[in-house]
Each structure stands twice: as structure tokens, then as C-alpha cells.
């Protein structure tokens, strides 16, 4: 090779040297932009906290408003709507001004709303209210802002004399104010075997 090819030869290397640069560069900031939205695809997915074993107290105003017992609790805070999981269920007792139990709930899976305030509890959901009624459902919503429960699922309440079945439901928080939207059914406690078919003429089962 004459010295003008090898002129040539190092000419042309010196030129694509800045290419090859400019490529491992754009090569580097891509795969730098892919790893970031990679991390936050996950941090919606991913819970900012996570506890065990946990019995936390919920104030409003400095008053002690409800108590919560669970196996299991995460902190969704990344999500679109952020949530709280309670994947194994939950205890629930709300106070009333005097600090005594006025209602509780439980229920086997859990979720927490955190903007919307609102619960939404599934797979055998029972409540009891101050009289010692019991109310069975699958799926049941508290809205905490409205102070509102309430429920499109079968509902089953059980009182002293008589258990009452229906389909919907509404309720103040504490459960001592419902309605049975589209009630089907009145058992006597004591004799169950009777007929399921009675209806509930009001739909009320309660002051």
C-alpha cells in the first residue's frame, strides 16, 4: 500500500470513529430511557409499603374514629388510584364518640381507595352492629365521606327472631339504619325449615 492509500485509509477510520461514537451514545441514552420506564411501570405494581401482623388506629380531627387488625397490608401509592390491599382480610371496628364499638366487620379480602375514601370488601363479608344483628355478604362498599354502606350482592341479616334475605342493600355506617332493596325471603329463627318464599312487605328491617 502506497503512503496516498494509507493517507486515505486513516482518513476514512478518523471519519467514522465520531459515528461509531455518536451510535454507542444513542445506543446507551436509549436503553437508559427503556430501564426508566421500565421502573415506573413497576412502581405502580409495586407497593410502597409493606407490613405484617399490623393493628393501626384511624383518627379524624384527633378523635379515634376505627381500629384496623390484618395479616397483611400494602401500600399502593404509584397506582393510577392509589390503594391500600389487605390480601388476607381484615378486622374492622368503628367508635363512636363515647370510644365504644358501634360496628364491626370482616371480611377475607380487602381494598382501601385512599383519594375516593371508599372500602371495598369481598368474600364473606359479615357485620355486626350495637343490637348483635349479623349481616353475611360477598361484596359490600363503604363510602366514608357520605358515611354510606351499601352492597348490590345477596345479603343475608340476622336478627334475634328471624333471618332475612334479599338482593342490595344500603345502610348508615354504623348498621343500625337499612334497607333490603329487593327483599325474597323471612326465616323464623326457630323453624327454618319453613318456606324461604315469605316476603318482606316494607323492605325495612330497621330504624
Known amino acids: ?40 411501570a413497576d412502581r405502580k405494581i409495586i407497593p410502597q409499603l409493606r407490613a405484617d401482623s399490623i393493628t393501626t388506629i384511624i383518627s379524624d380531627s384527633g378523635i379515634i374514629r376505627y381500629r384496623i387488625f390484618a395479616t397483611k397490608w400494602d401500600v399502593y401509592d404509584k397506582a393510577d388510584t392509589p390503594y391500600w390491599d389487605f390480601p388476607e382480610g381484615l378486622h374492622f371496628e368503628k367508635f363512636n364518640e363515647n370510644y365504644d364499638i358501634d360496628a364491626q366487620i370482616d371480611c377475607r379480602k380487602a381494598i382501601y381507595y385512599q383519594k375516593m375514601e371508599i372500602w371495598k370488601l369481598n368474600d364473606s363479608v ?31 341479616i340476622i336478627q334475634e327472631d328471624k333471618i332475612i334475605n334479599g338482593i342490595g342493600f344500603t345502610s348508615n355506617q354504623t348498621f343500625s339504619k337499612y334497607e333490603i332493596k329487593n327483599p325474597y325471603g323471612i326465616i323464623p329463627v326457630d323453624s327454618e325449615e319453613q318456606d324461604t318464599t315469605a316476603t318482606d312487605t316494607t323492605g325495612n328491617s330497621t330504624d
Open 1 to 40: 500500500m502506497d503512503t496516498a492509500d494509507t493517507h486515505n485509509v486513516i482518513k476514512n477510520s478518523i471519519a467514522v470513529i465520531p459515528v461509531i461514537i455518536a451510535m454507542v451514545f444513542l445506543f446507551s441514552s436509549c436503553k437508559k430511557k427503556i430501564d426508566m420506564t421500565d421502573d415506573i
Open 126 to 156: 359479615r357485620a355486626i352492629n350495637l343490637q348483635g344483628e349479623q349481616f353475611e355478604t360477598e361484596e359490600l362498599y363503604w363510602n366514608q365521606k357520605t358515611e354510606r354502606v351499601y352492597s348490590d350482592s345477596a345479603i343475608r
